[in-house]
């Protein structure tokens, strides 16, 4: 049987399983809960390792990102978008948060691109601090206290859905011809520029998806635990993200899938020992960073996410002045 079949089946099933689950209470609550967190993990890890994993760079601040898609989505779910509007208000809402990560990206992105090296680590922090400052001091929507009455949106199908589009659409920038200029970049930035690749437009473009996944994953998440507060998007959220992504692989998106699996679950087992979880998981990423730097499935992938054909190569994002 041809694998689009295959793939094809496995997310109807997929699908039919997200929708049957919460309808006929097939799994209790607590684990269905955790399935969707395993959702959201999914797509802030694909997200981020656009950047650290293909592109080559060095970000945290992906928790700032998140921080501002949750924010905008819960503040149009809770203030501006009438309750009435039910059918578009919650796709309406993540879209929006999604939209103002994407921009903020670009904000972060026009001047951290200018550098090279590890700036951007130093950008991508500095920033995740100030967004996490600025939320603190605006008593409008709550400031340290945070933002209450969101409702509970997320459900399993919404999530599913968006865990599959986040997948797709980067696995289809990865492979497309732009996607081969951030491989290009990734390898050796000097050689890409002498070849013709845009490379500070690229960098700029990938940095902006990865934002947008990260301000979808936000949305998804404040509705979820239906509850918003600035210290939730911390240092310690980043360095979850970071395990996810060197947890599984560089490179992959099946090792990001199979690295924020193991993390969600991970989580769960430690959750007894309390606050020292948080101690664990920087740890693991040290150990990682120390042993295995590129995870298990580094610089490779299933061959479900690899394309049927490989396309001759061609010149990525050529630059014309």
Request: charged share 10%.
């Amino acid at each position: 049987m041809n694998r689009h079949w295959i793939i094809g089946l496995l997310l109807l099933a997929g699908a039919g399983l997200s929708w049957a689950i919460p309808r006929y209470e097939l799994l209790n609550p607590y684990l269905q809960a955790t399935l969707m967190y395993l959702g959201i993990n999914i797509i802030l890890a694909t997200s981020l390792n656009l950047i650290n994993g293909y592109l080559g760079e060095f970000s945290v601040g992906h928790a700032g990102f998140m921080a501002v898609g949750a924010y905008v989505s819960a503040i149009l779910t809770v203030m501006l978008i009438p309750v009435g509007a039910a059918i578009w208000r919650f796709p309406l809402a993540i879209l929006a948060g999604g939209g103002a990560a994407a921009l903020t990206g670009l904000v972060v992105a026009i001047p951290a691109f200018r550098t090279r090296g590890d700036y951007l680590a130093i950008v991508t922090l500095a920033f995740a601090m100030i967004v996490k400052s600025a939320l603190e001091n605006i008593n409008a929507i709550g400031g340290p206290r945070g933002l209450l009455g969101i409702e509970g949106l997320s459900t399993m199908p919404w999530i599913f859905a968006w865990t599959v589009l986040s997948v797709w659409v980067i696995r289809n920038f990865v492979y497309s011809n732009p996607g081969r200029g951030v491989l290009a970049i990734r390898e050796d930035e000097v050689a890409a520029e002498l070849m013709g690749v845009n490379t500070r437009w690229v960098k700029i473009r990938a940095f902006m998806i990865a934002s947008f996944f990260a301000g979808v994953a936000g949305g998804l998440f404040t509705h979820l635990l239906q509850f918003i507060s600035p210290r939730i998007f911390d240092i310690t959220k980043t360095t979850d993200i970071l395990v996810m992504v060197y947890l599984g692989g560089v490179g992959s998106i099946g090792g990001s899938i199979m690295g924020a699996s193991l993390f969600t679950v991970l989580q769960e087992c430690l959750r007894p020992l309390g606050v020292w979880r948080m101690v664990i998981m920087p740890l693991l990423l040290i150990l990682l960073m120390l042993f295995r730097p590129r995870g298990i499935m580094g610089l490779r992938d299933f061959p479900w996410f690899r394309p049927s054909v490989e396309c001759p190569q061609r010149p990525p994002e050529i630059h014309h002045s």
